[in-house]
């Protein structure tokens, strides 16, 4: 069923083929709605974006830039990591430059080499780890840090539907289910200082959308992908899930829809009763010392030994 008699760019997985401009107000309309359906902004904010200069994050910060501007009380900023990795994210984040001159945002940009002494790269070369477990713990550590230097009272991150649906997932194959309890629209503690509230409005947009609607709106005239995607259990989820979803279509809906369901149990289920800050750096720790304070020791002993 077509929108309308303009050329369809896109069949939804309802079957429903939309347009350029119905799909343009569709999509923004679906992330507005997961704003309120989620409660995922106050009436005043200052709101940091988390920028890579993927099609993910420049997608939510148009989108939220056009919300701030229609709402003053929305004061917005973007943050970028510079994980230093030579042949990737040196392109997008030239984008993601140029993206917030264009529109007059103010970008901070933190770097692993500037932070920690070593590049992404130059760590790997060193441990024998998987790259996006240590990359990951390291940005999500820097990205808490620098929002709460920053003065953020959120932070909005461009996860989608499909990386939701692929964590989900992946816990569920590594029998790590408290996991999932920190999964959601909304992360993190509100009432806790060591924390900086994570919220997720592409929450209930497909991949596929995003995408279409980044390339409709000029966010992206090229796809980067990193090094290190294939290497992941998650590109390998991630192909699963694909070939399910074009087997079965909706099934990335029905595991996140059922997966909210069952949300607020395993968040009571894994409730913690403090959140211990590390013993070294003071960040927030599930342990006496944080994984970033680990892999950093960790990254030390190796260098002193060689
Ligand atoms: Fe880091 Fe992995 Fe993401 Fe690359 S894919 S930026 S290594 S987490
Ligand atoms: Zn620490």
Redesign the pocket.
């Known amino acids: 069923m077509n929108c309308c008699d303009e050329k369809p760019i896109i069949s939804l997985y309802s079957g429903e083929k939309l347009c350029k401009q119905h799909f343009n107000d569709y999509f923004e309309n679906k992330v507005f709605k997961t704003i309120r359906q989620f409660e995922l902004l106050d009436k005043e904010e200052n709101l940091g974006v988390a920028l890579s200069g993927g099609k993910d994050s420049l997608t939510i910060l148009h989108i939220l830039n056009k919300l701030s501007k229609q709402n003053p009380k929305i004061n917005i900023k973007a943050i970028a990591i510079d994980?230093g990795?030579e042949g990737y994210r040196d392109k997008t984040l030239e984008k993601a430059k140029g993206f917030c001159n264009e529109n007059n945002i103010k970008l901070h940009i933190f770097s692993y080499k500037e932070e920690f002494g070593l590049t992404?790269d130059e760590m790997l070369k060193i441990l024998d780890v998987k790259?996006?477990s240590i990359?990951?713990v390291f940005?999500r550590y820097l990205l808490n840090k620098k929002s709460k230097e920053l003065g953020l009272t959120k932070l909005a991150t461009g996860h989608n539907l499909d990386d939701e649906c692929q964590s989900i997932l992946m816990n569920q194959l590594k029998n790590n289910i408290e996991a999932s309890a920190r999964l959601g629209p909304k992360v993190g503690l509100v009432h806790d200082e060591k924390f900086v509230q994570r919220i997720k409005p592409l929450y209930l947009c497909t991949e596929k959308e995003v995408t279409t609607y980044a390339f409709i709106n000029n966010l992206l005239d090229e796809f980067n992908e990193?090094p290190?995607?294939p290497q992941?259990f998650r590109a390998q989820v991630r192909d699963m899930l694909n070939d399910m979803e074009n087997k079965f279509p909706g099934t990335k809906y029905s595991i996140v829809n059922s997966f909210l369901q069952i949300l607020p149990l395993l968040k009571q289920k894994f409730k913690s009763e403090a959140i211990k800050a590390c013993a070294k750096c003071n960040e927030p720790s599930a342990n006496d010392t944080c994984n970033a304070c680990v892999y950093l020791e960790k990254l030390k002993k190796s260098i002193e030994v060689n």
């Open positions: 994980e990795i992404l790259p996006c990359c990951g940005r990193c290190n995607v992941s």
